[in-house]
Nanobody
Framework: QVQLQESGPGLVKPSQTLSLTCTVSGDSITVTTNPYHWAWIRQPPGKGLEWMGTISSTGRQYYSPSLESRISIFRDTSKNQFTLYLESVTPEDTAVYYC???????????????RGRGTQVTVSS
């Protein structure tokens, strides 16, 4: 069974770039049989889950329209990791960030069966 673990700074200053890495174990991020879609999801305080973006096992990227101008997701196949970059952050980007995986493409965050424990990121000066 695939397992995911988020890592990165817990505090980011406004206007900076947030960077979080997800380390995957239990399967390869490039597996082609029963391939996964690898995603980032977040939950701001007092709000529901929000799908941010996905990178497929072939490297194709999909982003939420509301974040498209600021978000990038890349993968490092040698380390079995994928990384989220979110530019020009504001306090509204404060949230618990999760990396997640699913066997098909979905923009519904509640469908992601496999999810890391989450990491709190606070945007504050």
């Amino acid at each position: 069974q695939v397992q995911l673990q988020e890592s990165g700074p817990g505090l980011v200053k406004p206007s900076q770039t947030l960077s979080l890495t997800c380390t995957v174990s239990g399967d390869s991020i490039t597996v082609t049989t029963n391939p996964y879609h690898w995603a980032w999801i977040r939950q701001p305080p007092g709000k529901g889950l929000e799908w941010m973006g996905t990178i497929s096992s072939t490297g194709r990227q999909y982003y939420s329209p509301s974040l498209e101008s600021r978000i990038s997701i890349f993968r490092d196949t040698s380390k079995n990791q994928f990384t989220l970059y979110l530019e020009s952050v504001t306090p509204e980007d404060t949230a618990v960030y999760y990396c997640a995986a699913l066997w098909f493409y979905s923009t519904s965050p509640n469908e992601y069966h496999f999810r890391g424990r989450g990491t709190q990121v606070t945007v504050s000066s």
